[in-house]
Structure formats: structure tokens, C-alpha cells
């Protein structure tokens, strides 16, 4: 419906979609659709999600469902789509020491470049003969 449907269908799917988004969000399933919502959205559906994951309250809200292991996707999908991103990046600025202790929440940062990648683990030393 959400990729093949008319405009209205895909506007009453989005409607009924709304009220459950953010826990939708986190869910291993039902993340997809969110995701899906997103990209099928127009610019007016977009910031209706936008809204929703931003007046959402914990444990559904923005920087949970940011540092969430299926939520991450779905946040990350939301830094493609410009109407939306400088709403987004300044909650996630108001969340970063949260997003930062978690390493979802740093993948979230670093998508909305509010973070740069974490530093890589230090090389080994060299094994063998000539140590």
C-alpha cells in the first residue's frame, strides 16, 4: 500500500500508522514499516512523523528510540530526508550525552554528522620471531 498505493491510500495508511509510530519504531518487525513510511512519504507525511517521534515521551521517545537496536534504523532513515533534519538534529543535540553511552546512539549521531566515528581499537603489536 505504501509503495504502490494512490495518494489517499497511502495518506489513510499513514493516519492510522501515526498513534502507534514510535513504539512501531522499536519494534524488529514493525520497524520496517515505519522505515518504508518514511520513504514513501510524501513531504507533508514525512513531517508528520517527524512530529510524532518529536512530541513523543519516554520510553518511546526520540533519544530512546535513537539508541534502540531496531529504532536506530528508523531514525537514520529520517537524516535523508531534508524537510525534517535540522528538526531532528537539534533534539538529538539535546540528547547527545544519552546517544553518546549508547552505541546506536552514536550511529544516530554520527548519520546526522553531529559525531564523528568512534576512534578504531588500537593496532596489536606485532607477534613472531622478530618481537
Known amino acids: 500500500m ?4 494512490s495518494a489517499t491510500s497511502r495518506s489513510r ?3 492510522a500508522l ?7 519504531a522499536m519494534h524488529r518487525e514493525a520497524c520496517h514499516v ?6 514513501w ?3 507533508e507525511g514525512q513531517r508528520a512523523i517527524v512530529d510524532v517521534l518529536l512530541q513523543s515521551e ?4 526520540l533519544v530512546d528510540i535513537a539508541c534502540c537496536r531496531h529504532g536506530s534504523f528508523t531514525v537514520e532513515e529520517l537524516a535523508n530526508v531534508q524537510v525534517c533534519s535540522a528538526l531532528l538534529r537539534d533534539r538529538l543535540v539535546r ?20 559525531a564523528g566515528p568512534a576512534p578504531a581499537a588500537p593496532a596489536a603489536p606485532p ?3 622478530g618481537r
Open 18 to 24: 501515526l498513534p502507534l509510530l514510535p513504539s512501531f
Open 95 to 114: 540528547g547527545m550525552p544519552e546517544l553518546s553511552a549508547s552505541s546506536r546512539g552514536r550511529q544516530v549521531l554520527e548519520r546526522f554528522h553531529l
Open 127 to 129: 607477534c613472531g620471531p
Open 13 to 15: 495508511l499513514l493516519s
Open 41 to 43: 512519504s510524501g513531504a
Open 34 to 39: 515505519v522505515q518504508k513510511a518514511i520513504l
Open 2 to 5: 505504501l509503495e504502490h498505493g
Open 58 to 61: 519516554s520510553p518511546y521517545s
